[in-house]
Nanobody
Framework: QVQLVESGGGLVQPGGSLRLSCAASGGTFNTYVMGWFRQAPGKEREFVAA????????AYANSVKGRFTISRNNAKTTAYLQMNSLRPDDTAVYYCAAMNTAWGPSASEAYDYDYWGQGTQVTVSS
């Protein structure tokens, strides 16, 4: 069983940066597609970014493209989400997820992910 634990959330001013981490244990991390999703109050969970096992294929939601970067360190079994130029509408609970499926269009679909973390709160406010 894979366990995912997010960290790095917090309160940041608009225009600021945060780096989220997702530490994985169990399973075979270097075979999973890793994804980040977020859910704001009153809204559905939405895709943010995903990365294939080797780190050479990434996908981003249009709303974060150019501001967020997903990465991973397979030796440390950890995935990251670097968030720059944060805006108030980035405020949400951020979840990392792991998918035991080959890279493809399903990387942006929450229902295709097999394992989820508990989430970390990101609040962008002055």
């Amino acid at each position: 069983q894979v366990q995912l634990v997010e960290s790095g959330g917090g309160l940041v001013q608009p225009g600021g940066s945060l780096r989220l981490s997702c530490a994985a244990s169990g399973g075979t991390f270097n075979t999973y597609v890793m994804g980040w999703f977020r859910q704001a109050p009153g809204k559905e969970r939405e895709f943010v970014a995903a990365l294939n096992w080797s780190g050479d294929n990434a996908a981003y939601a249009n709303s974060v493209k150019g501001r967020f970067t997903i990465s991973r360190n397979n030796a440390k079994t950890t995935a990251y989400l670097q968030m720059n130029s944060l805006r108030p509408d980035d405020t949400a609970v951020y979840y990392c997820a792991a998918m035991n499926t080959a890279w493809g269009p399903s990387a942006s679909e929450a229902y295709d992910y097999d394992y989820w973390g508990q989430g970390t709160q990101v609040t962008v406010s002055s």
